[in-house]
């Protein structure tokens, strides 16, 4: 088990989890939420959940990482079924699940460079298949402009993306762990 920085075990991945639902929930929520025909408020929440998974890989490695992701994946389905609607919640964990463990596999092989390399790298790849995976699962068929849709939020994921190294420099582990 995982001791944290304050020698309580399993307080960070604990923290990590919840930080998972509670982001996956409320993206789930908000992505049907249109702020005009090319972005949704969920675009601007989701991609901090692979900020989320990028610091447990960082600090715990990638067994750790796969962890919080296929937890926060079994949680946050049911409770976005439950909030966002079946076809929502079909959509977006069948996208989290790719694209997040996509993000640990990139992450973990790009992890010997520089610092910002293997968060930046891993989060774009992953948002680009989670984007495509995510817009057209939920809202092909729809009246709803997906197309356009998809176009912004990976704009925006990209742009979080970049926004993100800040925050990822500030709350990384200083040691470095495999797994």
Not at 42 to 64: E, H, S, W
Not at 116 to 145: C, E, I, K, N, Q
Not at 151 to 178: E, S, Y
């Amino acid at each position: 088990m995982a001791i944290d920085a304050s020698g309580r075990p399993g307080r960070r991945m604990g923290l990590a989890i919840l930080a998972m639902v509670v982001l996956i929930v409320a993206s789930n929520i908000l992505v049907q939420q249109p702020i005009n025909d090319w972005l949704t408020w969920g675009a601007l929440t989701y991609p901090m959940t692979f900020l989320v998974t990028d610091l447990i890989n960082r600090g715990d490695g990638p067994k750790a990482a796969r962890r919080v992701v296929y937890v926060g994946f079994a949680v946050a389905a049911v409770v976005s079924i439950a909030l966002a609607g079946p076809r929502i919640a079909i959509a977006s964990v069948t996208a989290f699940l790719a694209a997040q463990l996509l993000d640990v596999r990139i992450f973990d092989r790009l992890r010997a460079g520089s610092w910002w390399r293997a968060p930046l790298v891993s989060s774009t790849v992953a948002s680009a298949l989670d984007t495509l995976l995510f817009f057209s699962l939920a809202f092909y068929g729809t009246d709803v402009p997906w197309t356009t849709l998809l176009v912004g939020d990976f704009l925006v994921k990209l742009a979080i993306a970049v926004a993100m190294l800040g925050p990822f420099r500030a709350l990384m582990p200083a040691r470095v762990a495999r797994g």
